[in-house]
């Protein structure tokens, strides 16, 4: 996490600059509070076969949308339940993944106004 006097780096896919993949980028970014919303909710009841599945989901779906970075950190959410590492690690991981889902922005760099989501 960065400290609050430091800015937050936004996080944007290279896909924005497609006219036939922006849409579904843009899509994505505004879904990503409910994705979010899911994983916490997974976490604080403790499935960690629903937070697994959501994990797993999102690391294919952040790949494919060009959100490089959220990608491993969702597949170490996810290899952290299978190997059953203890709930601290995985409640870490976790809170790694919310913070990068949180800086994913649609559009690309110089042109979009986006501010990271609070989650």
Same mark, same amino acid.
């Given at each position: 996490m960065t400290a609050s006097n430091e800015p937050t780096e936004l996080l944007f896919s290279p896909l924005a600059d497609d006219p036939d993949l922006a849409e579904i980028v843009e899509l994505f970014v505004q879904e990503m509070p409910q =994705?979010?919303?899911? #994983?916490? !909710?997974? #976490? &604080?009841? %403790?499935?960690? !076969?629903? #937070? =697994? =599945?959501? @994990?797993?989901? #999102?690391? &294919? @779906? @952040? &790949? %494919?949308?060009?959100f490089a970075r959220i990608s491993p950190v969702a597949a170490r959410v996810e290899d952290d339940i299978l190997q059953s590492r203890? +709930?601290? +690690?995985?409640r870490r991981a976790v809170e790694e993944l919310v913070e990068l889902c949180g800086r994913a922005c649609a559009g690309t760099a110089p042109q979009a106004a986006c501010s990271p989501s609070t989650t």
């Amino acid at each position: 996490m960065t400290a609050s006097n430091e800015p937050t780096e936004l996080l944007f896919s290279p896909l924005a600059d497609d006219p036939d993949l922006a849409e579904i980028v843009e899509l994505f970014v505004q879904e990503m509070p409910q =994705r979010v919303a899911k #994983l916490t !909710e997974r #976490l &604080g009841a %403790s499935d960690w !076969e629903g #937070l =697994r =599945r959501l @994990a797993h989901q #999102l690391k &294919g @779906a @952040a &790949g %494919s949308y060009g959100f490089a970075r959220i990608s491993p950190v969702a597949a170490r959410v996810e290899d952290d339940i299978l190997q059953s590492r203890p +709930e601290d +690690e995985i409640r870490r991981a976790v809170e790694e993944l919310v913070e990068l889902c949180g800086r994913a922005c649609a559009g690309t760099a110089p042109q979009a106004a986006c501010s990271p989501s609070t989650t």
